[in-house]
């Protein structure tokens, strides 16, 4: 009935195949029910005014559905041999109203959703609870499903409809199955998803090239003689320099949003400099560093950064964007680190520690594919680190002594990557069981390697994950090791200003191997012919 690309109802079906799998025996037989509200469109605090809306995921996944405050009722009937009459998957949407053709967009009609979605029947919203009543004398044994009730995590259903399940004699209203059920058929793209996933790489990716661009038009002095042109009017979009994170940030999110991407996965993580050591930096609130700075140029109150264009010049440095958008739901989440002033090229240490990092996530890709332990790349990663710091004079000793004291932990202290999909730190529950029989037990290296894994699995056909190794050079994060016989301290010291370096990429794991659906390329020569203007 549904015109749709979105294979919501398949999405229904493989959740309640999976529910079947972690049902107790004594209700494996009845018929099942999900019900799940949708999100509400927000408002900004004690004001009338919208704030943007994204649909709750597992509400998406299963019903494709973006309108604000929608419901699913789906049926399940393990009994039936007629896989036609075996699943019926009904949508309620919000009736229009007359305040919303003057104040917003209306939701679809009944007629218009039926050509958008893919599910069996919809209906308007005031008619649910008639439709659930009629349920539960239809199906006098039916077991309801909702994810974990009275959590701020997701949409509450209202209390006339569980009323009407929990005070019901024969039936089971249970929040113990459905989420974790979901997480781990999330886990799994079909190709579907996988469509959408690349369309956001796709997008995220001519965004990230689009910043890189920007910066080396201003290298090549194509931006500054607009600038200087002494015009008397705001400038336009391709006369905008990047001197300051959050210019960078407008570039890169105004690009995504020129393609029809309306939301970020994320807030987009644009550091400079020594603030690219910190994982999560998204205040983007800050200038690039600016000299050359002398040893008391701090008692200056700021003159060197401010002056007149003339005097300022960028002092070479990093800067690591980490962002991604999404289309219809489906993330992107990548990372790209840059070499800024310099003329655009990174200087010798600047290119010792990303060619480190790029083999790192090279040499991690080559063995993606089904069934290779995550946990197994992690220690790769930490292998690669080491023999490069030994390369380098960073480190001191044996690689075995030096992996067995954990330092490079200091250096490296994430995880590799990450399940990824309609949200960027993907189904959690499924990624990270909780018990989890699967982790390697022989030749795993230190224990702080793998503190904060956000997927520890076995590698399957359709997962999709980040591949984002990077090295820091973190103040808080080195007094670990700062006692350590294995640093070289001296060293150590002419790499401490640098800040940090991550590469990501969005990697789709398949029958033999990998996918990396990420186009914007890492290469060194790239990069920098790239950030130089000179192509």
Not at 55 to 71: A, D, R
Not at 326 to 353: H, L, M
Not at 429 to 440: H, L
């Amino acid at each position: 009935m549904s015109g749709s690309s979105y294979c919501a109802r398949a999405h229904v079906q493989r959740t309640f195949e999976q529910l079947m799998n972690v049902l107790p025996s004594q209700l494996k037989e009845k018929p099942q029910v999900i019900l799940l509200a949708g999100g509400k469109t927000p408002f900004r605090n004690d004001t009338d005014r919208e704030l943007p809306f994204r649909q709750e995921s597992n509400f998406y996944y299963l019903s494709g559905c973006s309108v604000p405050g929608s419901f699913l009722l789906a049926l399940y009937q393990p009994e039936h041999t007629n896989a036609s009459t075996r699943l019926s998957v009904n949508l309620s949407i919000p009736e229009i109203q007359a305040a919303d053709l003057m104040w917003s967009v209306p939701p679809p009609t009944i007629g218009e959703a039926k050509q958008l979605f893919d599910v069996t029947d919809i209906a308007y919203s005031s008619e649910l609870q008639s439709t659930i009543e009629l349920l539960l004398q239809s199906h006098p044994e039916a077991v309801f499903h909702t994810l974990p009730r009275n959590s701020p995590l997701f949409p509450t259903l209202p209390e006339e409809y569980m009323a009407t399940i929990v005070t019901s004699e024969t039936h089971t209203a249970t929040d113990a199955y459905l989420l974790s059920s979901l997480h781990k058929t999330r886990l799994i793209k079909d190709e579907n998803e996988v469509t959408m996933l690349r369309r956001a790489n796709d997008i995220s990716s001519r965004a990230h090239e689009t910043v890189m661009r920007v910066l080396g038009n201003a290298v090549q002095g194509k931006i500054l003689q607009a600038k200087g042109a002494g015009i008397d009017r705001p400038l336009l979009p391709g006369e905008w320099l990047i001197e300051k994170e959050a210019e960078a940030e407008a570039i890169f999110v105004a690009s995504c949003r020129r393609e029809g991407a309306v939301h970020q996965a994320y807030l987009p993580i644009v550091a400079a400099s020594r603030r690219a050591a910190t994982l999560h930096y998204c205040c983007n609130d800050r200038e690039f560093t600016w000299g050359p700075v002398k040893p008391h140029d701090h008692l200056n109150h700021g003159a060197l950064a401010h002056g007149p264009a003339p005097e300022r010049q960028l002092e070479p440095q990093l800067l690591l964007i980490d962002a991604g958008c999404e289309w219809d739901c489906y993330s992107a989440d990548i990372t790209r680190t840059t070499p800024v002033g310099n003329g655009g090229k990174f200087t010798e240490k600047g290119k010792q520690i990303y060619s480190l990092v790029l083999e790192m996530q090279q040499k991690s890709m080559k063995i993606l594919k089904p069934g290779v332990h995550w946990d197994t790349i992690q220690l790769l990663c930490h292998q690669i680190l080491v023999e490069g710091f030994l390369d380098l004079g960073l480190f001191k000793g044996s690689k075995d002594e030096v992996l067995r004291s954990g330092i490079s932990s200091a250096f490296f202290p994430h995880g590799v990557g990450h399940s990824l999909g309609m949200d960027v730190h993907d189904v959690p529950s499924a990624s990270k069981p909780m018990n989890n029989t699967t982790i390697p037990q022989d030749n795993v290296g230190h224990p702080s390697f793998y503190t904060y894994l956000r997927l520890r699995l076995p590698l399957a056909e359709g997962m999709v994950v980040t591949v984002e190794p990077g090295i820091y050079f973190r103040e808080h994060l080195l007094k670990a090791v700062e006692e350590s016989e294995y640093v070289n301290h001296n060293l150590l010291e002419e790499y401490r200003e640098m800040g940090g370096v991550r590469i990501e990429d969005d990697v789709l794991i398949t029958s033999d191997g990998c996918e990396n659906l990420t186009k914007v390329r890492s290469d060194v020569e790239w990069l920098e012919s790239v950030c130089s203007g000179e192509s």
